[in-house]
């Protein structure tokens, strides 16, 4: 008995995952994500890199604002008084946090 090739999967909509992803995207349009986000880094930052990563993974498109770049220390404490170590991550214009906080806020 054939399963669609997709092993022992459940296919409650009657096809397998690939299929019922691309009948979705041709039928309603390629779902993307329309957050956007800054992420404030600086070079040499473990964190700042785990944090891009993780935005791309989720297809959220985001600016960067690097202090060791174009941008400086003084307009990062402007935008997060508080901050003391990067990344500094906002998600619409919201502050989230670190790297920590975006991986908790994102799920
Ligand atoms: N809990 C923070 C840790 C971030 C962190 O430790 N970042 C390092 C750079 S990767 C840092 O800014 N350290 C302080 C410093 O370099 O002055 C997060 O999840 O973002």
Redesign the pocket.
Known sequence: MSDGGKGSSPRPFGVDADTFASNWERTFGKKENTMKAIVWS?DS????VQ?KALLQLKGIEFEERNINQDWTREQLLEAVPTA????QIFLDQAHI?????LKKHLG
């Not at 930052?45 to 700042?48: E, G, L, Q, S, T």
């Open positions: 600086k930052c473990p964190f700042c944090a003391r170590t990067l990344p946090g670190g790297f920590t906080e």
